[in-house]
């Protein structure tokens, strides 16, 4: 099969798949932060002999390992958002994080994007439900770092440029 360049229009991914993509990764992260704790926690276990005896030794392993997952679950969505602009959970539901203006994610976008994920869960959710009345199906994440969140096309379209912005 012969790939074509193809004008095609933008499709903004909404709420329901985009929630969809959220629980794929909140899986995986899950399990990441699973392996952090629990490989450590068994060499800990086994040098020491116990856990949770309130010794200073087991304290700061606590906060050693809790400090690995924090940083794992922040490092997961920037890291994919700059790579790729997408994560796992979005490759799997075929939608992609993109620029406004068409680029690529940098750091900064990528690191203010999770930000406002932060602030959504502060107020338990509520602001995410602002995806599904946006024309753009833009949240205050998106906003805040200049993204949208579009639908990719079926396999063997070659996008124009166009496609890439907002």
């Given amino acids: 099969m012969e790939a074509r360049q193809e004008d095609v229009p933008v499709r903004y991914a909404g709420f329901w798949l985009r929630l969809g993509a959220y629980l794929v990764d909140l899986t995986i992260m899950v399990m990441i932060d699973y392996a952090i ?21 087991t304290n700061a392993f606590a906060v ?24 796992p959970g979005k490759m799997a539901a075929g939608i992609r994080v993109v620029r ?6 940098g750091w900064g976008a990528a690191a203010l994007r999770f930000l406002g994920y932060v602030l959504n869960c502060l107020t338990l959710g509520l602001l995410f439900v602002w995806v599904a009345a946006d024309d753009r199906k833009r949240g205050i994440h998106d906003r805040m770092a200049g993204t949208c ?4 096309p079926r396999r063997g379209v070659v996008l124009n440029g166009a496609y890439e912005g907002c």
């Fill in 37 to 57: 704790y629990l490989a450590p926690g068994f060499v800990y276990f086994a040098i020491v002999g116990q856990l949770g005896s309130g010794e200073p030794a």
């Fill in 64 to 87: 050693v390992v809790l400090v690995l997952c924090v940083m794992a679950s922040i490092a997961y969505p920037i890291c994919f958002w700059r790579w790729r602009g997408q994560t």
């Fill in 100 to 105: 406004a203006d068409g680029s690529p994610l």
């Fill in 149 to 152: 969140v579009v639908r990719l």
